[in-house]
């Protein structure tokens, strides 16, 4: 056994794209150029994080909702880059 672990810290719920996109637009106060296409080889249609370890290991489980991860996400990266 490796004496260390990666343990996966995420949604273990599928988001929608548009959600996502619609919580980054209005965080960022811009309108997405969006432009849909087919599925395209390598594409997932569906994919969420698996957090079996994480919970049985800590009892943790991420609560965050998905707009409010990514305002926090955006000011963090708009303060570390000064932006």
Same mark, same amino acid.
């Given at each position: 056994?490796?004496?260390?672990?990666?343990?996966?810290?995420? @949604?273990?719920?599928?988001? *929608?794209?548009? !959600?996502?996109? #619609?919580?980054?637009e209005k965080t960022l106060g811009? =309108?997405? $150029?969006? @432009?849909?296409?087919?599925? *395209?080889?390598? !594409?997932?249609? #569906?994919?969420?994080?698996?957090?079996?370890?994480? =919970?049985? $290991?800590? @009892?943790?489980?991420?609560?965050?909702?998905?707009?409010?991860?990514?305002?926090?996400?955006?000011?963090?990266?708009?303060?570390?880059?000064?932006?």
């Amino acid at each position: 056994k490796a004496p260390w672990c990666i343990y996966n810290i995420g @949604n273990n719920k599928p988001v *929608q794209l548009m !959600d996502y996109i #619609d919580a980054l637009e209005k965080t960022l106060g811009k =309108k997405a $150029k969006i @432009n849909f296409l087919s599925l *395209q080889p390598g !594409d997932v249609p #569906d994919t969420y994080a698996n957090v079996n370890n994480l =919970k049985m $290991k800590f @009892n943790y489980k991420a609560s965050t909702p998905i707009a409010q991860g990514i305002n926090n996400f955006v000011k963090w990266y708009k303060n570390y880059y000064q932006l």
